[in-house]
């Protein structure tokens, strides 16, 4: 007999246009500052300035949804505070935001030794460096044509440590690296590999 998760019902509760929100403010880096949303439709957009209307928009699947959402109502959807009393350098402001509707409850914190919220960091952080490898891939297919190499060199180590979401999002970029007799000989094969092994993968299925 299947379960039906209590996460369900959680999710079910909260507001057709609720999101979860994830942002890292650290002065000095780069980029200083990245924004993640995520609806319950699996939806997310990736920002690197609070008001940048164009952002990276990419798809996750409902299995991915489920478990991002499941550890945020581990956390209470972020009623509970989050900061390790521990002396440690700062790493950057984090955020966790829940928006229903018009209503919203957040945690800020530098570093957390919770590890359902540790979870939910990587989560968060694995969609942000997905959709920096997607802005480079693209920026360097527009105006790099000779850094496309080290760009897809770049995307398929991530992809092989596991820091890719939704990496289907980059199947129209890669197809098109394919098809232009413009680009290097060696950035058109690697695309090809790259796309292969994409398609190839196996999606998350819903937990029973």
Do not use: C
Not at 2 to 28: Q, W
Not at 140 to 161: F, H, I, P, Q, W
């Amino acid at each position: 007999m299947k379960r039906f998760p209590i996460l369900l019902v959680a999710m079910a509760a909260l507001a057709a246009d609720g999101r979860l929100f994830y942002s890292r403010e650290f002065p000095g880096s780069t980029p200083a500052y990245i924004q993640v949303t995520l609806t319950k439709a699996g939806d997310a957009e990736y920002r690197e300035a609070a008001d940048d209307d164009l952002p990276v928009k990419f798809k996750l699947p409902s299995a991915s949804v489920e478990e991002i959402y499941g550890l945020a109502g581990k956390l209470a959807f972020f009623k509970l505070p989050l900061e390790s009393p521990l002396k440690v350098a700062f790493m950057g402001t984090k955020t966790f935001r829940l928006e229903d509707g018009a209503a919203k409850t957040e945690v800020k914190f530098n570093y957390t030794e919770n590890k359902d919220a540790q979870a939910l960091l990587d989560w968060f952080e694995r969609m942000a460096e997905s959709s920096q490898h997607r802005i480079e891939l693209e920026r360097t297919a527009k105006y790099d044509r000779l850094g496309v190499v080290n760009a897809l060199a770049l995307l398929e180590s991530a992809l092989e440590r596991d820091r890719v979401v939704a990496p289907e999002q980059f199947l129209p970029l890669l197809d098109r690296i394919v098809a232009n007799e413009n680009y290097m000989h060696t950035a058109r094969v690697r695309a090809s590999e790259i796309a292969e092994g994409i398609r190839a993968m196996k999606p998350p299925t819903n937990p029973q």
